[in-house]
């Protein structure tokens, strides 16, 4: 008992130092960024999010030669637009390789890291019993061990003395809370809360945190209203815009946030607070 | 009776529309034997909004799953796909039987045990696709389920609904369309 007292003790004082602020005033961006796919949606909102406050930015999607890095590209070219730098990390996630290789490419190229958010997911949509084994595993594999990989390939990268410019933050949804149809994602989703809450006590001076969007309206939406019945009739207002989710990771990523530690912030205008609602 | 209503043409002329505003392409660069992945870039996310589209256009309800998939989960894991991922000889004989009026003869020879399942979806052209929404079509029933006459037409030219009662046409959905197919060729061919 008095050891865990003293942790939280520590703890306490670190959250409380008083943040850096710049010589602007402002307080203190972070500018090195890596954004697991982000070649769109809530992803590259948050890159671009990123690259407006003034940061660098490394962007990773998994396929080479298809769309995504089409988007990628396009990206890339509106981040530079804006003076900065932008990168692309293109990698699977899910094999150790290609994570060593990701971060390795991006800190070089970024001249170290301050951020990683960990968006990329990738899941079948099928009631978890109808799972079969490699889909369960394929599962697994994407949506916690590999962002695992990524959290440990990223630590030597996110080294700092202050506690309050290096950042994890993991985009979680809903679906860790909340039953959907056919989003066995969810259950993985629940997993990595636990696992933000675990490195934020480990990871003295790493704030991680993460974000759980609603409903959002980004290219995943197109499979949801294919499994979700009656996802059409949820009200516009309801739906939260992949940038009001990019706004709260910017501002974990911000001195103000230096209390927050472990937490799931959700960002879904609403949605979960009432059970029944009038069509 | 579907043809009537809705051609063949119509439907392969929607889903070029549909893919051509999925992938913010011109629709004249839409080939009906273009594969939606090589040809047109097309990613999974894609097909779904393609479907997606389609659904609304036609008021019917795609396959959520491919083949492969349901394959697995009539026969078991592994009767379509090996420990490497790639595709068994019962998956090819079966997708060939499925696949022979659909896919140009030169695609089909792509089709072997061993291949890489990641393969499977460049073989989806436009004309594979329209047909297994022309298969969706043609469950349209005689008569009406509402009113049981037989007075459909096309409401918009796409959407079929009763002129007697206005009820909206009832098909099958593509899920069930290609299980019933399944276990039907299996009967049939025995295959192992």
């Known amino acids: 008992m008095l050891k865990f007292l003293s942790g939280l003790n520590d703890m306490d004082t670190q959250n409380t130092d008083t943040p850096d602020i710049t010589s602007n005033g402002g307080p203190i961006c972070p500018r090195k960024v890596l954004v697991t796919g982000s070649s769109r949606g809530i992803g590259a909102a948050i890159a671009l999010a990123f690259a407006k406050s003034g940061a660098d930015v490394a962007i990773n999607f998994s396929k080479q030669g298809g769309r995504s890095e089409e988007h990628a590209k396009n990206l890339a070219a509106e981040i530079e637009s804006m003076g900065q730098k932008a990168i692309l990390v293109p990698g699977d996630i899910s094999q150790k390789d290609s994570v060593k290789k990701i971060f390795a490419d991006a800190a070089s190229a970024l001249g170290g890291l301050d951020v990683l958010v960990l968006n990329a997911a990738r899941a079948p949509f099928k009631p978890i019993e109808r799972l079969l084994e490699r889909e369960l595993r394929a599962l697994v594999d994407t949506n916690y061990i590999g962002n695992i990989f990524c959290v440990q390939e990223a630590l030597p990268y996110l080294t700092s003395t202050t506690g309050h410019d290096k950042h994890i933050i993991f985009i979680s949804s809903l679906g860790s809370r909340f039953y959907n149809q056919s989003y066995p994602l969810g259950s993985m989703k629940a997993a990595m809360e636990a696992v933000v809450r675990d490195l934020s006590e480990t990871l003295k001076n790493i704030a991680v945190n993460a974000v759980s969007g609603g409903l959002v309206k980004t290219d995943s939406f197109k499979v949801l209203r294919q499994f979700i019945d009656g996802i059409e009739r949820i009200p516009e207002k309801l739906f939260v815009m992949p940038e009001e989710i990019a706004d709260v990771v910017l501002f974990l990523c911000s001195p103000a946030s230096r209390g927050i530690r472990g937490q799931t912030i959700v960002v879904d205008r609403g949605l979960s607070n009432c059970l029944h609602r009038n069509a | ?192």
């Open chain 2, 1 to 192: 009776m579907r043809q009537a209503l809705i051609s063949d043409d119509m439907v392969i002329d929607e889903l070029k529309k549909a893919a051509a505003e999925t992938l913010a392409i011109d629709v004249a660069t839409i080939k009906t034997d273009s594969s939606l992945v090589k040809d047109l870039g097309a990613e999974s996310l894609d097909f779904l909004d393609i479907n997606y589209r389609i659904e609304q256009t036609f008021s019917i309800k795609m396959a959520r799953h491919f083949i492969i998939e349901h394959i697995e989960e009539m026969f078991g894991e592994g009767t379509a796909i090996d420990s490497d991922g790639r595709l068994t000889e019962k998956a090819v004989k079966l997708m060939r039987i499925r696949l022979d009026a659909a896919v140009e003869g030169s695609a089909l020879e792509a089709l072997k045990p061993g291949m890489d399942m990641d393969a499977l979806p460049a073989m989806i052209t436009i004309r594979s696709m329209a047909g297994s929404i022309m298969d969706i079509l043609d469950t349209l029933p005689e008569n009406c389920p509402e009113c049981d006459k037989s007075a459909w037409k096309t409401d918009n030219d796409t959407r079929i609904v009763c002129r007697e009662c206005g009820a909206e046409a009832d098909y099958k959905n593509g899920d069930d369309l290609i299980k019933e197919w399944l276990q039907k060729t299996q009967d049939e061919h025995k295959i192992v």
